[in-house]
């Protein structure tokens, strides 16, 4: 590894983890628009446009926007003459902050007259909220989306989703789609990811078990991040696939980073910027949007997907059944699934998208059918959670815990 000061410009001017982390908490939620997020979510394209300069050329291989076919746009012509009285909808989403900015803008220009409220937080957090708010039967939220997959099984089959087939559903993967319910506006994969600024190429991990045999190594102490399976719903899936695939041999690699300190982090947000400030300069968890996005703008990061297997988690959007405002989030919901709407959202996270046809392919994102990706069951995943997260306190937890006591 070379020097941390070597990074020092690319230190985004965080202060530490934790002013770095209440920068991403006061980030973190928001609600209507205002020319500060729009501008934020324009005004490098923008930049690009004046230049003359095609802004998406370094990275899109394919972004052709597919047409609403006839089916949708009688629904839309019919929920937007209600959608107007109602005069607003509401979206709770996961997704990077500026996904759901630039999904809102664009509605709201396709759509005048109906504004585009947007929450934004993790997706332990939206549900939370969410919940809490079903409790006391206080109604906000009219489209629901998170990369909570599993819950969305369990909130469906508890009649929590309004009912509703939309005709865009059927340009979605089948396997994480319900016409009737919901389908995959996102999807995330998870990679190792190093700064090359410090870590050299070739020392770089590219398996998992080379990321555990790599924890070993005193230099590597206190150097290594994840995501948190308690708070991020991706690195809980991360943490699910491979224990499923590999058993025993997956908890030994989670001992392994435990006894080396690794940092944990619920936010992918905080901890792409240690990586970035040097204090973690390898992550053994980053989402793919995040290291698109990084890549993108030139910065030292790089990735590797690991050819023995990779987690996936499938975003899914569904409208609540109780949706105060229920024309305009059909309204919403049925553009989120059009092409157009679809890379809306992905111009402003970065993502991958579940839809079949119509949507962004990256230059430094793989596809689906590009990765080897861990099946797994998301239902079981979501009943056997407790337990998965007891085991990580015992296997992770106490290994950092004795690592820190030793000094």
Excluded at 31 to 42: A, C, G, P
Excluded at 47 to 60: K, R, S, T, V
Excluded at 151 to 169: E, I, V
Excluded at 355 to 374: A, F, V
Aim: charged share 25%.
């Amino acid at each position: 590894m070379t020097s941390p000061n070597a990074v020092r410009k690319y230190n985004y001017n965080c202060k530490g983890r934790k002013e770095g982390i209440m920068k991403e908490k006061r980030r973190e939620n928001f609600f209507y628009i205002n020319r500060r997020d729009f501008i934020k979510t324009t005004g490098v394209m923008g930049g690009a446009a004046m230049l003359g300069i095609n802004p998406f050329q370094a990275l899109i291989a394919e972004a052709a926007v597919e047409p609403m076919d006839s089916a949708t746009l009688a629904e839309q012509d019919k929920f937007y003459a209600a959608a107007k009285k109602e005069g607003q909808v509401t979206l709770y989403q996961s997704s990077a902050t500026q996904a759901g900015s630039s999904l809102a803008k664009a509605f709201m220009k396709k759509y005048p007259g109906v504004k585009c409220g947007v929450f934004r937080a993790g997706s332990v957090k939206c549900h939370t909220r969410l919940d809490t708010e079903y409790r006391a039967k206080k109604r906000v939220c009219d489209v629901f989306h998170t990369s909570l997959y599993g819950r969305f099984l369990t909130m469906r089959d508890q009649g929590r989703f309004m009912t509703y087939a939309s005709p865009q559903a059927k340009y979605f993967r089948e396997d994480w789609t319900d016409p009737q319910h919901f389908a995959p506006v996102r999807f995330t994969t998870m990679a190792i990811a190093w700064n090359t600024d410090i870590v050299k190429d070739e020392e770089a991990p590219k398996t998992w078990v080379q990321a555990a045999e790599i924890a070993k190594q005193k230099k590597w102490f206190g150097k290594i991040a994840c995501g948190d399976p308690h708070g991020s719903a991706n690195a809980l899936t991360w943490l699910y696939s491979l224990t499923e695939k590999w058993g025993d041999t997956a908890w030994e690699w989670w001992r392994l980073w435990g006894e080396a300190d690794a940092g944990i982090f619920t936010s992918h947000g905080a901890m792409d910027k240690e990586m970035m400030a040097g204090k973690y300069p390898l992550t053994v968890e980053q989402l793919d949007y995040r290291l698109n996005k990084a890549m993108a703008k030139k910065l030292p990061v790089k990735a590797h997907f690991p050819k023995e297997g990779v987690a996936v988690g499938p975003g899914a959007a569904a409208i609540i059944k109780e949706a105060p405002h229920p024309n305009a989030a059909k309204l919403l919901y049925n553009y989120f699934l059009s092409s157009e709407g679809c890379q809306a959202f992905q111009k402003g996270g970065y993502s991958n998208t579940g839809r079949k046809t119509g949507g962004m392919k990256w230059k430094y994102l793989p596809s689906y059918d590009e990765l080897n990706i861990i099946k797994i069951d998301y239902a079981q995943m979501e009943k056997d959670r407790t337990a998965l997260l007891e085991k990580f306190e015992k296997v992770f937890g106490e290994a950092k815990k004795r690592a820190r006591a030793k000094g």
